[in-house]
Each structure stands twice: as C-alpha cells, then as structure tokens.
C-alpha cells in the first residue's frame, strides 16, 4: 500500500501522484489501476472504434500501435486487455522482455493454452486427444511438426471466439539474430493466417521497427489492416493528465478553487512543452517539481518561474548523468576503429559486414562477431546484415 506522507498534506494531497510514472509501476497492492490515471484521448477513442467496428463485422485485423517511448503504448495494452476482459474477450497480454525469440514463442504458446483451460475448465491436452490431436503445445513440437501444432492452434484459437492478442514492444525482437527474427516472424504471420473471423491482434512497437518490419517480412506487413500512430500531448491533454493524478491523490474536504493546485496551468503547459508532450517525460517533470515544493516551505504554489527553475536543474542534472553513463559505457579501445570507420567513411551506415571484411582485410565471420559485439553494447544497430551507428554512439564520438 502507498505510504501516505503527511507533508504533502499542506497542498492538499495524500502522496505524489507523479511517482508512478508508468503503467508498470501500477501494481496489484495499490489502491487504484490503470484505468484510475488513464486520461481516455482522441486516439483512445479510435482504437476502441476500429475494435467494435471489426467484431461488429464478424472480421478479423492486424494492428499497429506505434509511438516513440513515453508516449503511453504499454499503458493502452495493458488497459486494453483490462477493458476487453470485462467485455468477456478472451484476451491475452504478451510483454515482448526478451530477445530470445523462441523463449517468446513458448509464452504466447503457454498463455494460449491457459487461456483455453481457464474458460473450460478442461486439461487442453484432453480435448485433443478426443480429436486426435495428441502433440502438446510446445516450442519443440512446433519446430519438429509444424503442420500439426499448427493443426491445434486453429482448433484451440476457434474455440476461442471473440479473441484478441496483444503484443508489447515488439522492437525488442530485434535483438535477436536475423534468423530467430525470421523464424519468430514466420510464427506470428503463421498464427495470424489461422486466426478465425471474430479474431485481432494488436502490436505496440515504436516507428523504427514497424519500418523493420516491412523490410524483414513483406507478407506480415501486407496483412496489416490499420496503423494508429500515437502522437506528443498537446497543452489542454497534459493539463488533463495532471489533474487527473492529482485528483487521486486528493485529500478529503481540501477547499481550492484550482483543480491543479498546488500547480497553475501555466507551469503545467510549460512542464509540457519542455517534455515536449511525451507523457513519461511531463510526469517525470511534475513529480521532481512537487518534490521541490514539499522541501521547500517558503513556495506554496507552483508556477511557471517555479517549474522554469526545475526543468532548468533537472536539465543540467540529466545532462551530466548522461555524459557519466556514456563514459562508462566507452567503446572498447578493439572496437573502435570500426566504429569510427562506419561514422567517418560510410557517413554512419547502413553498411554489409562483407563490404566491411574487405575493407579492413579481416575474415568475414571476425569482422560480424566484433560488429555483433558492438551491437550487443548499444553502439550499432543491425538489420538483414546491415550496420549503422546508433544515436548513443554519435554522442560518444562526438565527445572523443
């Protein structure tokens, strides 16, 4: 349970209603849910409208969610998955959090089946038997006998109905060697292809990976039906977002003529801009600014001085906690001729690691493994055999 501190009591609130700053610090102890911060937008709305317009059908979509980080993706799936539940979808929520592709595949197998045993009560293995479909459900399975795991998918997914997949940050595949990507790929189209009618998936991922995507698998990406792109706050949103949390954090009979209080708008549209509207980034910004109040009890309000001073501090604090990790995060003294030779000499990439090899005289499979190292260390991004620097490494070389 939330500590209630009382020295937020003298504006009026029971906590810092900014200290969560996602939907993944909201857990199952506390006293409220996702849905209880959750500012419901324009983009909400759309997504509900494409999902009633698809099962008012009887269709079935594939979906994109994209956004950059801090926009509120893994929010909206998680709600999502609240919301469908209560409206009897079978709902399964996937956190992509590995990069081991076959790792994910046995997960979305594993949640299938719970899925299917937790609405019949029934052993899945069971019921398959009936049918002669005695194979269960596991990676190894899946790469041994395809056709039939595949089989009893189809059978468990039609029994299924109405059903909707999320997935959550699909970027992190990516991470992956290119033929596991290939293979989770190949799985995901599979499993979408015997989807039946009455049926979604939905993908949250940001922008650079969708792109990824339609260059990895053309066949996937042709079976999208919508992308719905997430886009910054605007000033009325954030302020929205704000009192949203502060009216949850509200004590009882707290007389203020300013729902904001103790913020006036003007401080929150400038917290705004200065995040330029990326939500994780404003909360971030609203929670040090009423931290600094709390300590401070000569400042009873803050406005947009006040919140000028904090975005300014905490600026010059973030910018020295990123010099430190870039620091100890510094390209090994080996590697760094390669980093420098793709910066300097390709204009930062996308280059093949072959073109690479000959290049530099160094066999094709040391010069992939010294590329594969940098990647690993975030200095490089990859793609089919492909290089190219990543914006972490342009600033370390920028400083040497």
Request: net charge positive; proline share 4%.
């Amino acid at each position: 349970m939330i500590s209630y501190e009382t020295s937020y009591n003298r504006v009026g609130l029971k906590f810092n209603p900014f200290f969560f700053l996602s939907s993944e610090a909201i857990q199952s102890s506390l006293p409220f849910k996702i849905e209880d911060i959750h500012v419901f937008l324009p983009i909400d709305h759309k997504i509900v409208s494409v999902i009633k317009e698809t099962f008012n059908r009887k269709g079935k979509k594939l979906i994109f969610l994209t956004g950059l980080f801090g926009l509120g993706k893994t929010e909206r799936a998680k709600l999502l998955k609240e919301f469908l539940e209560k409206n009897n979808f079978a709902t399964i929520y996937i956190k992509i959090d590995t990069s081991n592709p076959k790792v994910l595949v046995q997960s979305i197998l594993n949640k299938l089946v719970d899925k299917y045993n937790d609405l019949y009560k029934l052993p899945i293995i069971g019921k398959f038997k009936k049918n002669k479909m005695t194979k269960e459900i596991t990676i190894e399975n899946l790469i041994s006998s395809p056709r039939e795991i595949m089989l009893n998918l189809r059978w468990l997914l039609s029994r299924l109905r109405p059903f909707i997949m999320v997935m959550d940050e699909l970027e992190n595949v990516f991470h992956a060697h290119i033929d596991e990507q290939r293979f989770f790929f190949s799985f995901l189209l599979s499993l979408y292809r015997i989807m039946p009618l009455e049926s979604m998936l939905i993908i949250t991922c940001i922008p650079s990976a969708l792109n990824l995507i339609q260059t990895l698998t053309e066949d996937l990406y042709s079976e999208v039906a919508d992308i719905i792109e997430l886009t910054p706050l605007t000033d009325s949103e954030s302020i929205k977002l704000a009192q949203k949390r502060i009216e949850l954090a509200r004590t009882e009979n707290f007389d203020m003529q300013n729902p904001l209080h103790p913020f006036t708008k003007e401080a929150v549209v400038y917290a705004n801009r200065a995040a330029e509207g990326n939500a994780r980034n404003l909360i971030k910004i609203l929670r040090t600014a009423l931290a600094a109040l709390i300590v401070n009890p000569n400042i009873e309000i803050i406005d947009e001085k006040f919140m000028r001073i904090v975005v300014e501090q905490s600026g010059k604090a973030d910018g020295e906690l990123k010099k430190q990790e870039r620091k100890k995060r510094a390209v090994p003294e080996n590697l760094l001729k390669d980093l420098r030779m793709i910066m300097e000499e390709f204009e930062g990439g996308p280059v093949s690691y072959l073109f690479l090899a000959r290049k530099t005289r160094t066999p094709a499979i040391l010069q992939l493994r010294k590329l594969r190292e940098l990647r690993e260390k975030g200095f490089l991004e990859e793609e089919a055999g492909k290089f190219w620097i990543s914006e972490e490494a342009k600033k370390i070389l920028e400083e040497k």
